[in-house]
Structure formats: C-alpha cells, structure tokens
C-alpha cells in the first residue's frame, strides 16, 4: 500500500487541504467544495460544528459561532460561545479534525506519513500561535506536523510548476485573503526558500473589507431609489429579517467575486423590486485606496528585504481575493510585467506545502509541547488549557447583528480604507452623520491608545452610520461594547475574571492607571455621549 502526505491550510476565511501519492498531489473536495469555511458554531449540546453544518447553524445562532477562529487562536486561550468557555485550539482542532477525517477516509483509513500546515509568515518560531496551532493539530490526532509559511509553499508550488528561480534568487510573494493581506520576500536556497527581511501586510485588511465596500455602494444606490426601504432592511427584528440580512451578505461576497469576471452584476436586495446594479468600475473605483495600500505594503517589504521590484524573480500572488483583476493591473504597474498567478490562488498554499523536503530550510519548524502526550486520534482532551487566560466573549469576535452601509469602520483610524475608499458620498451628510464618524473614530482612537487594536481591529463590526441618528448609534454602541470588553480582557487584574467586570474594576482603579485610565475616561465620555443622543 502507498504512502501518502497531507498538507492543510488554515485560513480565516476558508481552509485548503491537499493530499500527495506517488508523486501527484490532489486538492480535496469537502462537502462538494475545495474551500471549507473555517467557521465554526458550537451546537446546543457543546459539539462544535465546522464546514457546511456550521455554517448552517450560524445562521440561527450566531451567539455559538465563531466566525473567525484563526483570529480567536491569535487572541485568546479561550473563547465564550453560547454561555460556554471552550479553548481556541479545540475549535481549530475540530476544523484540522474534520479535514483530516475526510483526507483519512479517502485512503481506506490509513494515517497520512507527512502532515504538513501552513501559517502566516509573521507567526514566528516560539511565538503562542505556532504552540497553539501545533496542539490543534495534535488534539486532532496529527501528531507532530511540519509547519511551513504560507508564502514559502506558496513559493514552493510555483517553483514545482516550473518557473525557474536561480539559487539566491528572491521572489516578492502578495497574499489577499478573506481576513488577511500579508506579504513577504523570499530567498531561494538551495533546498528550499527562507524569509529576506521581515514579512509585511496588514492584520485588518482581507477580502472581507472589499465586501464592505461593495455593500457601501449598494447602500448608496438603494437609498437613492427608497431610503425607508434599506432603513427597515437594517433595522427591522426577527428572524426572517435576520435571514435577509444574512442572504443580502453572502449576495454581496458572490456578486464582488463575479465582478473579478463580469462588469456588472445585478443584486436582488428585500424590499425593493428592482434589482439594483453595481459595475465593476465603480466598485473598483471604491476599492482603490485599499489595493493601493497593498501595493505600498508590498512596496514596503521589498524595501525591508533590501531589494528592489524590478530586482524579484517574479511577485507570485496567492489568496482568493488576488484573483481581483485591478490587482493584477497595480501589481504590473510596480513591476513593470504581470505578476505570476498560476492556478487557483488559494489552493497554491496547500499544494506548495507538500512539495516541501521534510527538515529543510522551508520546513524545519516543529514546535515541541512543553508536556508531550501521545496523539489519540479523533479524541478531543476535555479539559481546558492548564493556565488559561480570560475568555473572548462573542462581542470581541463575531459578526454583529446589522452590519450594514458602512461608512467607518470601528476601531480604524481616521485615515482607514473604510474612509478614504468612500466613493460618491452624498456631498454633503447629515449633521447626525458626521457626529458618528466622529465617535467611530474616537472608539478607533481609544483602541488604539490602550493596545487593543488587535483585539477588535479585524473583526470589528462595520457600524451604520446611517442617515439618523437611531440608525448610527445602535452598530457604535456594539462597537464601544466590543472595546470595553477588550480592555477587560487584556488587562484583566484577575484572571478568570469576565471582562465586562475586569473593566469594571480597572474603571475604579483608573486614578492609577496612567495612559490605560485616560483611555477608560475617553471610553466613559463616548458612552455618555451615545447615551445622551
Ligand atoms: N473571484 C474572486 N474575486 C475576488 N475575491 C474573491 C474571489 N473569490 C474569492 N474571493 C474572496 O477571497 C476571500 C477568501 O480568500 P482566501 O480563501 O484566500 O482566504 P483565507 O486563506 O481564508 O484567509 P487568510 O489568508 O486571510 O487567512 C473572500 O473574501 C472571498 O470573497
Ligand atoms: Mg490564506
């Protein structure tokens, strides 16, 4: 019986895995899909569902879901779903679990010989996220796996198709998730590729952001046409409403995805009877700021490398968001040719990954556990890290109830995408408008002042400014909720403590706090301000 390998790329938004026998190697399809959303949602009964279950149960319990597991294993040893405090590696265990399962099954059962996971090249060796990431794996039943940088397998995967990079050879590497823009230069050694300089990119820019923009765009124009109709949208209770507003999100990922291939796409938004029409170059007008700041980012990391663009090899460009055709173009423009694309940009990562030689200078990284158990597979241990820190309650992470026509993006700062990339906004907006930016933009302030910016960054919610004051105040008042709980969190006094009454207590000690009180002082006077609306 052959031998065979597996290679999984976690990401945060979708999760890759391919498999390697006798030399070729084979994107798996998961519930009739190569992308396994990375979601996860935490049933009724505390088993956590992932791929297409989860996704469905989302829908009815968004208070279970994580949305973002990769983020919550960055951030926190534990979240809270549902009431109930479960370890980030147990969530990105049951994803690695399930894939695996599937891989598994294909091969009669048999154990794969080689595991091999992908992680952004910003986790570094000893860092909390590869530790965290290999007892995922290990509660998953893996075992030990190799690790490899996404842009080094990606870089591997290029390579194996047969672009010629010469030994010392550098390539740029461009990688547009769904949650997540990271760059990195690479040096080609003689078995493998390693990082020049230090990677780039940018924890809160990721596909998701261009979702808002689209949804931006679509505001504009429905509101044009019946501005009560998309206010009852967003504001309307119950699950019918809520079901609409979910179908209206995916509709808006889909229809910015097809306008990669088309240049317009009509959209069919609830209560209104015509479909409303987005082309491709008014949302690529919108979107420009942010793909320009991935150019610059990139421009960046070239520098950092001590090299010039016309000095690469070639930029590969990986992450689905890469197929975004304006992307191509400003890349060009850098480098003076097309940047490579070869394939299916997000299924490079996996595939390049096992195209790695075990114990080389792309694939040394095994993080040992300090206390090593032998792997049981497919049994999940049932207790919770040994010194856990203060659980994440769903308002860190989740998506909120009504994001929606997103004019300010909490907590970025006031020169965010979400701002500059505003197109064709009214000229100009009601008072109550500019008082929400202005908040948005303190709470953004605030987070970044007390350090918390990571926490809520990303996956802050989008807030509606809308065009009254009842419809900005609401998404603002999740957000302050969403930095409060933060702040409790990260600088908890106690552990165990829950957030909401860590803060409490650093609020009362704020006298002594120095910078950190100024911040809770600037967060009461932002909830004063929202309650006196
Ligand atoms: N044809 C397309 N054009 C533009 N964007 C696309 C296209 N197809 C998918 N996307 C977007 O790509 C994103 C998902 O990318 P990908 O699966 O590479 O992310 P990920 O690996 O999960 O995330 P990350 O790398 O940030 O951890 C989503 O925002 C999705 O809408
Ligand atoms: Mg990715």
Redesign the pocket.
Known sequence: MKGWDLAI????????TATLVDGRTEVLEIDGSK?VP?LVCVDEDGTILVGRDAVNEAVMAPERTERVP?RALVASEQVLLGGRTIATVDLVAAVLARVAGEATRRFSGRRPGRVLLTH?ARWQAGGPELRRLTEAAERAGLGEPDLVA?PVAAAHHYVRSGDPVPDGGMIGVY????????TAVLRRRRDGFELAGSPGGDVAL???D??ATFMEILAEHAEALDPDAWNELWEATGRVAERHRTLLRRDV??A??????LPAVNLWVPGYDDEIRVTRREYERAVEPLLARSVEELTDTIARAGTTPDALVDVYL???????PRISALLAELLGHVPGMRDD??AV?ALGALATVPGSVSATMHVRLPSHRPHQPGRFPAQPPAAPTPPLTPSGFPVPPAPAEATARVPRPASGPTEGGRHAAPPSPPPDVAAAREIAREIAAIAEAAGVADLVGASAPTVRAGRTAAAARRPLLVALDGLGVAIGTRFSPFPGLPPEIALQVLREGRGELGALGQCLTRLDGVAERLAAW
């Open positions: 790329d976690f990401g945060t938004s979708f999760t890759t992308y990375s990769k952004p996404e990688d547009f998730g769904g949650g997540t823009f990271d990721g596909g998701e261009l979702d990922t889909q910015k995805e097809a306008l990669s291939r990986t992450g689905s968001t890469s197929r975004t940009p997000k990562v």
